[in-house]
């Protein structure tokens, strides 16, 4: 395409104001609908609204009647088969994270799958047990279920330690799923809007160091009680220090090997993943190797080595969830829900952008919360998506949820055939395993340098989030990042950066005068803007910005003047106050004397009333009797409200005062910019009145400044103004403004 000669536009229209415009310009009228007819809408039936709702419901049916065999089946096979080696050995790792025996891992890693594949709208996520989740999870546990004798979640003395454990992770993931449920149903996916990445990055990263920590008496051998609530870690950390001469050196020695070992390969994996077919499976060939090393050695009996043990061959049947439970762990539940949604959902979404295909907020919500409730009957633990191993589905060729389902086939294996194999596996290599991947979230902290450079209200968010879910635990940590990171919302707008602006020179366009050398300011004119709603919590923060803007504070002003003319009708009225053809003279030695009567301090808020003078005083020229008025040499004021989105009814009983008191003291007022659903509400809540009117709208900062320039001509020595009733302009690319019929020469006329 060929560049144009002149990179410039011309544009030729009336001056608008809100008014002129509307008669101009006829709107096209809109049925808005009342709450009424969306809630009829919503319970109306149809056959297309039935079949929508049925695809809705089971994803499956869009994109399997669309499968491509051919194309796509190998890779799901593929795909499914590395996944599921990596989902049977984090689902047993991750159980040590929720306090449950290994096994159950395995539960996890099984049936969440089967729901997921029906309702689920991700094709790559790999569902499944999340370490975050499961140590929240597990939190809840050993604070119901302590090493120790204590009070227990389950009333039933004969039901081993372990048992009521499994019943306390069941219970709790089945309110997690029944929160999840609820809210897909209730259509609020738009939750996790709240969560910020920001916010999800620092507690994540907190939830690493808490992870790290639960595993080390795992990699050292040691017997350390579990501990929940606020510094649990501190407690965790000082039993494992002064245990430490206690260690284990075989498991200490394995696991230094095994996270060696992964580690190196994984970066092998990264550095050469354009080369390799699939990533090499590190995890399953460590696990194989220290499987066969232990049975073969028996480091069980040989170095008193903690084993994962019996693993129960087949499934239980399905149990019902503890009442008990979902009264002690409610707000711990609902906490999981939101993190383990949240999760999910940003990982979908990005393989969602890639792909390009679409995912549902409320319906993932959904799906979780049914995979969550079924899991969780059959003694499994919340699920969420690991980013590891939906990385290693995708990476590997997965293109739909099948892959998932052989992956849940393997894990289905491993427990009613295999299982037995993994029981001389050592606890520390599933440790050690958990502790390698937590290099990804380990690696956020790097994030810190770059926010605090960049965004440091983001930067604090973080910081809070990761301190408070470290030291406070990760339930409270969130509620307390939840809270800074809304905190921070509301201080960017109840404090929002206003500013000054000025005419660039030459152009229609306006900017911060402390911004740009090239300006042009009209004397007596200032333009303010606010880059925020304005609302009840920031209404006074607008006010004392205006005033500081105009330079006085024009309710001073006002009281002022009111005062000053109540003394001069005094003196007038004694006749030590006289009026003749050059202005007020003084009658009398007394003149100045005369005393101050404050009177009702709200009729010096009230309009000036000049009815009882023939003349009336210009309160910048000298006044008699020693009478001082503040001058001001302001005679508009123009307000971008380009940025205010919304104004509440608290705010406008401010912002009517503000501007009626602008007004009493001969301050045009204009307001630019603003939104047609703001003057909407204006006009519903009363705001117009004698004093303030509608005409004082405009469409630009444009046309109220040629407006001003025309009603002043005076306030700037180059300009010669249009006629009144011609408010026809040409603005050119140049800069220039002229009228036409007028032919005002363009040079007289830039900015």
Not at 157 to 182: D, N, T, Y
Not at 343 to 360: E, G, L, Q
Not at 404 to 430: N, R, Y
């Amino acid at each position: 395409m060929r560049e144009p000669a002149v990179d410039q536009y011309v544009v030729v229209r009336p001056l608008y104001s809100e008014d002129s415009f509307k008669e101009d310009n006829a709107k096209v009228h809109r049925y808005h609908k009342s709450m009424l007819d969306h809630v009829k809408l919503y319970f109306s039936c149809s056959k297309q609204k039935a079949k929508n709702a049925a695809l809705t419901l089971f994803p499956i049916a869009s994109w399997l009647r669309a499968y491509q065999v051919k194309e796509w089946l190998f890779g799901d096979i593929v795909s499914g088969v590395s996944t599921g080696l990596v989902a049977v050995l984090q689902g047993l790792a991750f159980a040590l994270l929720a306090s449950v025996p290994p096994g159950y891992g395995l539960y996890s890693a099984f049936f969440p799958v089967l729901i997921y594949f029906f309702l689920g709208t991700s094709r790559h996520i790999s569902v499944g047990p999340f370490p975050v989740l499961s140590l929240m999870v597990g939190s809840v546990v050993t604070k119901l279920v302590p090493d120790a004798t204590g009070p227990s979640a389950n009333s039933t003395e004969e039901m081993s330690i372990e048992e009521k454990r499994v019943i306390v992770a069941a219970s709790v993931s089945f309110l997690v799923g029944i929160f999840q449920l609820g809210l897909g149903l209730l259509q609020v996916g738009f939750i996790v809007i709240y969560l910020s990445e920001t916010l999800i990055s620092g507690f994540t990263t907190a939830a690493a160091i808490h992870i790290l920590v639960s595993q080390m008496k795992f990699i050292f051998g040691l017997q350390v009680p579990g501990f929940s609530g606020p510094f649990a870690i501190i407690s965790t950390l000082e039993s494992i220090f002064t245990q430490i001469t206690d260690s284990n050196v075989a498991d200490i020695v394995t696991s230094i090997i095994v996270i060696v070992a992964v580690f190196i390969v994984k970066e092998i994996n990264d550095r050469y993943k354009a080369q390799l077919p699939v990533p090499i499976p590190i995890e399953v060939i460590v696990t194989i190797i220290a499987c066969g090393v232990s049975y073969a050695f028996d480091f069980k009996t040989l170095y008193e080595v903690d084993v994962v043990g019996e693993i129960t061959k087949g499934y239980q049947m399905p149990v019902a969830p503890s009442l008990e439970v979902f009264q002690s762990s409610a707000m711990d539940a609902f906490s999981m829900a939101i993190v383990g949604f949240a999760v999910a959902f940003s990982v979908a979404k990005v393989y969602s952008v890639k792909h390009d295909y679409v995912i549902d907020g409320n319906q993932e919500l959904i799906a979780f919360g049914v995979s969550n409730i079924f899991c969780s009957s059959f003694k499994g633990f919340a699920v969420s998506t690991a980013l590891s191993r939906s990385a290693v589905q995708e990476s590997t060729g997965g293109k739909t949820q099948i892959a998932g389902l052989i992956s849940a086939l393997l894990a289905m294996i491993t427990t009613v055939a295999i299982g037995f194999l993994l029981e001389p596996l050592q606890k520390s290599v599933l440790g050690a395993l958990v502790v390698v991947n937590l290099k990804g979230m380990l690696m956020q902290m790097r994030e810190i340098p770059y926010l605090w450079r960049k965004d440091r209200p983001d930067c604090v968010v973080w910081l809070v989030t990761f301190i408070a879910s470290v030291f406070l635990g990760l339930d409270l940590g969130l509620a307390v990042g939840l809270g800074i990171e809304l905190v921070t919302v509301v201080f960017r707008t109840q404090f929002p950066r206003c500013s000054v602006l000025a005419n660039i020179k030459g152009t229609d366009v306006y900017r911060d005068r402390k911004d740009y050398v090239s300006i042009y300011e009209p004397e007596g004119v200032k333009i303010f803007r606010c880059p925020s709603p304005i609302f009840f919590a920031n209404i006074e923060f607008f006010r004392e910005k205006l005033i500081a803007a105009v330079g006085f504070n024009p309710l001073r002003v006002l009281r002022k003047r009111n005062k000053a003319l109540r003394k001069i009708k005094k003196l007038l009225k004694k006749g030590e106050l006289q009026i003749t053809s050059k202005g007020f003279f003084c009658v009398g030695p007394g003149a100045g004397d005369v005393s101050e009567d404050e009177g009702n301090i709200e009729e010096l808020d009230q309009p000036i009333n000049f009815e009882d003078l023939p003349v009336q005083i210009n309160w910048n020229a000298e006044l008699p009797a020693t009478i001082q008025v503040p001058k001001i040499d302001l005679h508009s004021i123009i307000l971008d409200f380009g940025a205010v989105s919304f104004v509440d009814i608290s705010a406008l009983k401010g912002l009517k005062a503000s501007l009626k008191e602008l007004i009493r003291i001969d301050v045009e007022v204009y307001i630019v910019g603003c939104d047609c659903n703001v003057l909407e509400k204006l006009e519903q809540c009363s705001f117009f009145d004698d004093e303030i009117k509608s005409s004082i709208f405009y469409l630009t900062h444009h046309d109220a400044m040629l407006h001003i320039l025309q009603k002043h001509p005076d306030c700037h020595e180059e300009l010669k103004p249009a006629k009144v009733d011609d408010h026809t302009v040409q603005h050119a690319g140049g800069g220039s403004l002229r009228n036409r019929e007028n032919a005002v020469p363009i040079s007289g006329t830039k900015f």
